[in-house]
């Protein structure tokens, strides 16, 4: 038996988050891009260290990006908008950094979605039919290259091209993606050549479509592409966030060296499965969770491995996917509990966890791994995880469907009345900036710096501010601002008894975005209010009504680091139960328009759409359960944005919902097209403008995306909003963004009087 270990990708932030503050600093101009290449060059080869010192075989090369590794492979392909070339057409950091978030004055930057079923946002790739694709972008082979240099023993890490084709979007005039096929594969060919010449001994082509329920043409193209790319390369056929046995009986025909699998996310009969694949192919088995912080049962995975390895002689043992999703050093934490820490492990212990598995198997001895397993073992008889009082609370509902007193038809006659809001009623998502001042206030409350006399002062401040700017404004339902709230999530968690919280446990969302989430441990309640004292402080500044701002039960559950110990189903109706207390505080407290955010709702889907009834019926059934027994007159908004639609409308509708504020000005409105054709019944706030691009939106580009959204949508059923929360952009360009669009709908309020 021949076994060694490696993982699908590194995180690349930097354990500070230095890529992030380097990248934001380039692009405010206080520093210079040789600057930003040298950070990046430090952060790749301390991550190629940190994994050589934890006992990682073969390092991962090809996992650091500029943005956002699809974005990468694009800028490797040469498919780049026309939009974004400069005078000069060079294929540069800049271009990179122009496709991922437009340009001054009005160049839209490139659409941004999930990643799969993670929360991390990839650029979408655009294909145009008549581009011309080349060899662009040379960062791959000049990092390992780098890598080689430094003495590594290094593993090329590639998207593979029926993936990024699967992933991308036509735009233009119409043509079937894998047309593109004979265009892309000949780079694809060089690379893996040019890697030949530097001895590489196997190269990870990552495939995560093929966990998907493929059609026979996209089955084809992959017996296509890689019988074109079959070469000396040893390549590693990658796969993860779910199963590929449905497809196994033409993946085990494919030309390749060897396959990845997650045995975390995907159900599997390993024993079966090794029958099903060529006796010579390298196994990789991922069996460290890449997306959760758990500690692994090594234990567990020792008597697997050691009974497979009898049938299998090349062997691997891997994270299941990239540990991008994980946050880096569990050394970093000094807050969390001695018990509490014990029971986690974070990207550079995933790393450790493997090297002792591989130790343990080579070796035969499982004294070490024995004393790794213990807490975990332990956890279970603490009390910080069972709460029989919450348990019992959701054992009472867990059968039941929950539906508002009335129909929307009668609801939204009510509403009308009651809020008596003009046509195309103007909102925002929820947030405002987030200026150094409001992160310096609450960290000086966090760190005992002020008292709460203080830190409720400062806050209603600038809740003040807000109110006051969106009076001046002339927008028609006002937010609180968010002054109080580090992120959409944690402040929920925060507030919330079973969840612990990191100081820097950070993962990258897209970008410079990173998040900080939060981690489940056990049973979850509403000890005491959460928003109500500042809501009830916004509204009494103002006769227009303010919005109850609130982060939906599966946003919370999907954005958090979730229990694996009970279902996340369960899991969800707690959460609901705690914010359906919350619900009913605010209309008590006179908020009578109050928005619950769901943006994770598609991102929770199965990657199987044969599995998708059982997850939205309870993902919807837990929205539901937050707000079905609040009066007709009190109108619930949600929220979603980045993501696609079409196949979700029937959940959406639902929610029920009284209106639904969506993303949709990347898309150009597009999105739209599924609100239409399904005939979706309740109000549509769509985007108007991009709040994660630089560009200030005009009058003109506003009033084009509103009367598209017409041609979609009722006239009557239409609300104005931002694409998104508004806490990443400075008040200059907010107070000018929202001066055009309220300028542009009041301009076509006159036109259709």
Known sequence: MTISNHILGFP?????????????????????????????????????????????????????????????????????????????????????????????????????????????????????????????????????DEALSLGYKVKPIILGPITYLWL?????????????LDSILPIYKYILNELNKRNISFIQIDEPVLVLELSEKWKKAYSYAYEYLHSKNKILLTTYFDSIDHNIEFIRNLPVHGIHIDLIAGKYNLFDFNTKIPQEWILSLGIINGRNIWKSDLLKWFETISKISKFRQNLLISSSCSLLHAPIDLNMEKNLDEETKKWFSFAIQKCHELKLLLEALKDYNTTSIKQWCNP????????????????????????????????????????????????????????????????????????????????????????????????????????????????????????????????????????????????????????????????????????????????????????????????????????????????????????????????????????????????LTWAVDAFRLTCFDVKNTTQIHTHMCYCEFNDIMNAIALLDADVITIETARSDMELLEAFKKFKYPNEVGPGVYDIHSSNIPNIKSIDILLKKAMKYLPLRRIWVNPDCGLKTRNWNETVSALKSMIQATKKIRNQIK
Not at 18 to 26: F, I, M, N, T, V
Not at 32 to 52: A, C, E, M, P, V
């Open 168 to 180: 991308g979007k036509v735009k233009g005039q119409y043509f079937d993606r894998l047309d593109l």
């Open 376 to 615: 975990i073992y332990q956890r279970s008889l603490s009390k910080k995880v069972q709460k029989f009082e919450v348990q019992k609370r959701v054992a009472t509902i867990l059968n039941n469907t929950f539906h508002r007193i009335s129909d929307y038809s009668i609801r939204s006659e009510q509403q009308k009345i009651k809020f008596n809001l003009p046509v195309l009623p103007t909102t925002t998502i929820g947030s405002f900036p987030q200026t150094v001042e409001i992160r310096k206030l609450r960290r000086d409350y966090k760190n005992n710096l002020i008292n709460f006399k203080e830190y409720e002062k400062g806050i209603k401040k600038h809740i003040l501010q807000v109110i006051k700017i969106q009076e001046e404004l002339d927008i028609d339902v006002l937010v609180h601002g968010e002054a109080e709230r580090n992120d959409m999530v944690e402040y929920f968690g925060e507030h919330l008894d079973g969840f612990v919280f990191t100081e820097n446990g950070w993962v990258q969302s897209y970008g410079s975005r990173c998040v900080k989430p939060p981690i489940i441990i056990g049973d979850i309640s509403r000890p005491k209010s959460i928003t109500i004292e500042w809501s009830k402080y916004a509204q009494s500044l103002t006769k227009k009504p303010v919005k109850g701002m609130l982060t939906g039960p599966v946003t919370i559950l999907f954005w958090s680091f979730p229990r694996e110990d009970i279902s996340l189903e369960i899991i969800s109706k707690q959460i609901a139960l705690a914010l359906h207390d919350e619900v009913l505080d605010l209309e008590k407290n006179g908020i009578e328009i109050i928005q619950i955010d769901e943006p994770a709702l598609r991102e929770g889907l199965p990657l199987k759409k044969s599995l998708w009834n059982e997850y």
């Open 12 to 144: 690349r932030i930097g354990i500070n988050r230095e890529l992030k503050k380097a990248q934001e600093s380039y692009w405010s101009g206080s520093i210079k891009q040789s600057d930003l290449y040298f950070i990046g060059k430090n952060l790749r080869q301390d991550n190629w260290k940190k994994q050589k010192d934890n006992g990682i075989e073969y390092i991962s090369v090809g996992d650091f990006s500029w943005y956002d590794h699809v974005l990468t492979t694009s800028m490797m392909l040469g498919n780049i908008p026309e939009r974004h070339h400069d005078i000069n057409n060079s294929v540069d950091l800049d271009c990179l950094f122009r496709i991922a978030r437009g340009s001054y004055p009005d160049i839209s930057a490139s659409e941004m979605t999930k990643w799969f079923n993670t929360n991390y946002h990839y650029i979408v790739p655009e294909f145009n039919k008549d581009r011309i694709l080349k060899f662009s972008w040379n960062q791959l082979l000049e990092e390992t």
